[in-house]
């Protein structure tokens, strides 16, 4: 645990981009706030690691899977034509992943995702419809 992670610490520090929708075996999964990708979450592992080679292989295929899982519901709940994920972590040293639905008529498709274009922010009512819309697929 590190005490200025926003993933260890929750709270505060994750609420400035996330909102918590849930814990899984191994991960913790949030909404990003910046929803110019309609659905995007973050997967954020619940160990504090920086890459994905300090897990043990078990570990791992958990991760994994629990990565898949939140795929799948994404793929249910808003049916995008593709799903992007991205682990970067350059200066959060803590395993995440973004998991950014991709649709084709709208916003970046073709190219890579902007970390935090800060364009589209919603009301708490269209957060939590996002939420409960993922929730009933996981």
């Keep these: 645990m590190d005490n200025n992670c926003a993933y260890c610490m929750e ?9 918590k929708i849930c814990e899984l075996e191994t991960s913790k999964v949030y909404l990003f706030k ?4 309609k659905g995007r979450v973050i ?8 890459e994905i080679v300090e897990l043990t ?4 295929a958990a991760y994994m899977e629990d990565i898949n899982r939140v795929a799948e519901a994404l793929h249910k709940a808003f049916h995008p034509q593709k799903v992007n994920y991205g682990a970067y972590g350059d200066t959060g040293h803590h395993l995440h992943f973004h998991l950014v639905p991709k649709y084709t008529d709208e916003y970046e498709w073709g190219g890579v995702f902007a970390m935090n274009p800060g364009e589209k922010f919603l009301s708490d009512e269209e957060y939590d419809s996002l939420i409960e819309e ?5």
């Design 43 to 50: 997967v954020a592992h619940k160990k504090h690691v920086s």
């Design 34 to 37: 910046e929803q110019s990708h």
């Design 57 to 60: 292989a078990e570990e791992r």
């Design 134 to 138: 993922i929730k009933k697929y996981l």
């Design 11 to 19: 709270g505060e520090l994750v609420a400035q981009f996330g909102i």
